[in-house]
């Protein structure tokens, strides 16, 4: 009889079935646990029956033993944790594999009897060799798992080999199969999680072979069943011949298997799937073909791997060029909401989906208009949960699907204001064939009432309603960078829109405070003294007009952050003219200015003569303000294809920081070198108008001077 007690295993301890120290093993194979000083410490009942001389406890190995596993005990004894090596002692038809390894202290052997000559492995490494060669070159997991099973199936010779896939829920798929001709296919057919209790699962991880010879067998027990020193039972978890659980080898007796065999594939650290083989008899594979299978799983996890990172790697790629241009297009958006619905790449090519609903400060907005309900619903639902900023489900949360929405993938990019961005997917109807009805049935087994493995494992088919197809680790993935890319093109439109007010309110309290009080003063002294009255007048004229070209400036700003451009009137202008004019004007405005002129005659050129104004007129008024000595060179040539007017002045030097922020807007406004003479918006829109001339304006200092050209195309 199994010794473990099947009566004590429940539905609700199923898992907890220790699984690792059994006190017994499988017995076609015989099993002694030394000491690290070489003393037995325990050996199975069937010892003696196997190797023809018994084990003592107390004692160190008989010595017909040790004269053939000298080299390999000593190796042991000496050897850390984790040590493992196999030799072969005995003759022909009484020759056995002996798989050594230390486990916790304990040096446990393994004797497998194994007629099979040693150098039937050299067969092996060639066998294991082409079936290598075989999948190397795979180009997707399926085509890979399909040539390994073939593989395996030649190479062991098993009725029956299947690669099996955990899915995210830790159930199961049969993803390929490879079987003896006039066997039912499993192939599709799903399987529960609880068929492979999660401790058997990280087991796997530890040990990635798991063979049963035969699956009613009697276990042979270990004599002591205790560590004499620790009282503790040994832990088997890296032993080939454990006894496996009794409710599993009831389960694969149900099943029509008598001989088993699996291998895990673990990717990246996790059981992404194993190879299980049944065969309709008592099947016992030689060691050595067993490490030739370990080493192709082995292969073929590290190409799943591979496979599936060139997969993600290209996915994640293709999304991130995507969410880059989107966001590109957000960052001067007037309204996010309606750039992110109408964005191109839209939101729709990000993860695949039915609709997309943008939500932002109770304002929802979707792509097809199919999701406009169940945004709201969803809305409302998420408001009210966690702190997460991604959500995913692909069953719906609230009592009946929406339009036919089950799945939603949700991220937060904005807290304050609720933003979401949503994914919806629609029901997706789906036939499970489930390899048996997937329940537990409490029955009265071998060993009374208890929990058993199901007895049909017949194709069992559940339609599957309500739900969508899951939202893959890419998407969630995705969804994130995309959430982070808008999260950041809030963050920067907020500290822009914000810092951009207050400095608009302090700049426009203290510009326009001077030119009121002037004109304030002004009215209250006309009288009507014509001549004193004519330059009141003018002082009034001066101040309004500075006042306009401030709020000028304003709107201007404003068009030019809402992205509509610079509107321009150009006509032929004589520049030369035009600069001549302007600088006369200057030296009347800015009073003791001496502007030196270098302005070559006869320049033609198709711009606006008034933007050009505003633009020379703001260079040398800064020149006037911000140089040293009130002197100014005021230049202007042309070149094949353009035009070059530079405004130089002598000046104290600029910090690097400050050169390169000139063009931006508000720079300095509120620092102690403010602007007396508007919001320091002037160089800004001077480079709008540049531009809009298809040409630059630049800055440059060196030798005591600054020196910003204009270059305007003609
Ligand atoms: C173990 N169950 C397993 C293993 C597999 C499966 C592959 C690993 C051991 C092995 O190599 O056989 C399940 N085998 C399958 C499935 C297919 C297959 C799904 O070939 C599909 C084709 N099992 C139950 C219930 C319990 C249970 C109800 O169905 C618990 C009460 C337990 N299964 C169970 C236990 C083990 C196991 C405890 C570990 C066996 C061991 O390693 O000791």
Redesign the pocket.
């Known amino acids: 009889m199994h010794n473990a007690s099947p009566d004590q295993?429940t539905l609700a301890n199923?898992e907890n079935?220790p699984?690792h120290t059994p006190g017994s093993i499988q017995p076609h194979g015989a099993l002694v646990a030394l000491a690290a000083d070489g003393r037995v410490l325990s050996r199975s009942q069937n010892f003696a029956e196997h190797l023809g001389t018994d084990a003592q406890p107390g004692h160190p190995l008989p010595a017909v033993l040790l004269s053939q596993l000298g080299e390999l005990v000593e190796a042991g004894l000496g050897a850390s944790e984790g040590w493992g090596d196999s030799a072969r002692c005995g003759e022909g038809e009484a020759s056995f594999d002996v798989i050594a390894h230390r486990f916790k202290n304990v040096i446990y052997l393994e004797f497998e009897p194994q007629p099979l000559p040693e150098n039937a492995f050299h067969h092996l490494a060639g066998d294991a060799q082409r079936i290598i060669s075989r999948i190397r070159h795979a180009r997707d997991t399926e085509a890979l798992l399909r040539r390994v099973t073939a593989g395996i199936h030649e190479l062991t010779g098993y009725d029956r080999v299947?690669a099996?896939r955990f899915r995210p829920d830790d159930s199961?798929e049969?993803v390929a199969e490879a079987h003896r001709p006039g066997l039912v296919s499993?192939l599709g057919?799903r399987?529960p999680a609880?068929?492979?209790?999660s401790q058997?699962r990280r087991?796997y991880i530890q040990n990635p072979t798991?063979l049963?010879a035969e699956v009613t067998y009697d276990p042979s027990p270990l004599i002591p069943a205790m560590h004499p020193e620790t009282g503790q039972p040994f832990d088997l978890s890296y032993c080939e011949l454990r006894s496996?659980?009794p409710?599993?080898c009831e389960?694969?007796n149900n099943m029509g298997v008598r001989g088993?065999?699996?291998v895990s594939i673990v990717v990246g650290g996790k059981l992404w799937g194993?190879f299980?083989c049944?065969h309709q008899t008592s099947k016992q594979l030689a060691y050595s073909v067993r490490l030739s299978f370990q080493m192709v799983s082995q292969i073929c996890a590290a190409l799943v791997e591979r496979l599936e990172q060139i997969q993600e790697g290209e996915a994640i790629n293709l999304a991130q060029t995507r969410i880059h241009a989107l966001e590109e297009g957000l960052h001067d958006a007037g309204d996010l909401i309606a750039a992110l619905c109408q964005a191109s790449p839209g939101l729709d090519q990000l993860v695949e989906c039915e609709d997309v609903a943008v939500c932002l400060k109770g304002r929802v907005q979707t792509l097809n208009g199919i999701a406009d309900d169940a945004a709201r619903q969803m809305q409302s639902h998420l408001s009210m949960l966690s702190d997460h900023d991604l959500y995913a489900v692909n069953r719906w949360p609230g009592s009946a699907p929406v339009n036919g929405l089950c799945g939603v993938l949700a991220v937060r990019f904005d807290r304050r204001k609720n933003g979401w961005i949503m994914w919806f997917r629609p029901e997706q109807v789906e036939n499970v064939r489930w390899?048996g009805k997937p329940e537990?049935i409490v029955d009265t087994g071998p060993s009374g009432p208890r929990?058993t493995?199901?007895g049909s494992f017949e194709a069992w088919e559940e339609v599957v309603r309500g739900q969508a197809v899951p939202w893959s680790r890419i998407e969630r993935n995705v969804a994130e960078r995309l959430r982070q890319a808008i999260a950041n093109v809030m963050f920067h439109r907020v500290s822009n829109t914000d810092s951009m007010r207050q400095m608009l309110i302090a700049a426009l309290g203290h510009d326009l405070r001077t030119p009121l009080q002037s004109i304030t003063m002004a009215a209250s002294m006309l009288s009507d003294n014509e001549q004193r009255t004519a330059r009141l007048r003018q002082a009034i004229a001066t101040s309004t007009g500075r006042m306009s070209r401030l709020v000028s400036h304003v709107m201007e700003l404003s068009r030019l952050q809402a992205g509509l451009g610079m509107a321009l009137a150009r006509v032929p202008t004589d520049v030369s003219a035009l600069l001549g004019d302007l600088a006369n004007e200057a030296e009347l405005a800015y009073p003791g200015l001496s502007l030196e002129r270098d302005i070559t005659p006869g320049i033609q050129a198709n711009v606006d003569p008034d933007r050009l104004a505003q633009v020379v007129i703001n260079l040398i008024g800064n020149a006037s303000q911000h140089g040293v000595g009130n002197r100014a060179r005021l230049s202007l040539s042309a070149g094949p294809k353009e035009v070059l007017l530079t405004v130089a002045n002598p000046a104290p030097p600029m910090s690097e920081h400050r050169l390169q922020n000139l063009f931006a807007p508000f720079k300095g406004t509120t620092s102690q070198q403010g602007n007396r003479d508007g919001l320091g918006l002037g160089l800004y829109i001077s480079d709008a108008i540049a531009r809009a001339h298809g040409g630059s304006i630049r800055a440059e200092q060196g030798e005591g001077e600054v020196r910003f050209t204009v270059r305007i195309a003609v």
């Open positions: 295993v199923c079935e699984i299947m099996y199961g049969v499993y057919q399987y609880s068929d492979i209790p058997a087991l798991r049963i496996v659980s409710i599993h389960y694969l088993s065999m699996s194993l299980s049944h390899g537990k929990l493995p199901r």
